[in-house]
């Protein structure tokens, strides 16, 4: 499959959070440093410019790779990003996420990834989320572990200052 099933395009509601798609008019507004009275005073963060740029560079993948901003379900804001980067490599996909500081320390990140994980491993022929964390950021190690991932490296790969995480379907190993 090249890109995830239908489900993948629906808002997700967690217990305090909505994960929403991106719009054409999300990547309109934080390229053109709009501000939405729905964003949190300190949203976009330099990683959701760098997602709106992607976005604005490759409009027909709007609505794919399972990218959603995170809203706060108490207040309405966005406060976030989450997403997924597709299509599956070996039965892989990659997360990424971040959550603007005003909003950070309130399990906001490790919510949102732990949803959209679950979401990509019922997805057809995903096993596996994994994530790359610098380890200087034990912040984000603390997002991952709290979201059910484990860190792990595959024979002779390692990088400097970065830990590589994931989780797996209940019926694969990881193998």
Avoid at 1 to 19: E, G, I, K, Q, Y
Avoid at 45 to 51: K, M, N, P, Q, Y
Avoid at 60 to 82: N, P, T
């Amino acid at each position: 499959m090249n890109s995830p099933s239908s489900a993948t395009h629906a808002p997700l509601t967690t217990d305090r959070l909505v994960l929403r798609p991106w719009s054409s008019d999300d990547v309109a507004a934080v390229l053109g440093d709009a501000r939405p009275a729905d964003w949190a005073q300190d949203f976009p963060a330099e990683g959701d410019r760098v997602i709106a740029g992607l976005f604005g560079r490759h409009p027909a993948w709007l609505g794919e790779f399972g990218h959603r901003l995170v809203i706060e379900r108490s207040s309405g804001l966005v406060v976030g990003s989450v997403g997924l980067f597709w299509p599956p490599g070996d039965g892989a996909v990659e997360i990424g996420y971040g959550i603007v500081a005003s909003r950070r320390g309130r399990g906001y990140a490790s919510e949102a990834t732990r949803a959209l994980a679950d979401l990509a491993l019922s997805a057809p022929g995903v096993h596996t989320v994994a994530a790359r964390v610098e380890l200087p950021n034990p912040a984000s190690v603390r997002v991952l572990e709290k979201a059910g991932f484990h860190r792990w490296a595959a024979d002779g790969e390692t990088e400097d200052d970065v830990a590589r995480f994931r989780t797996t379907a209940p019926d694969h190993h990881g193998h």
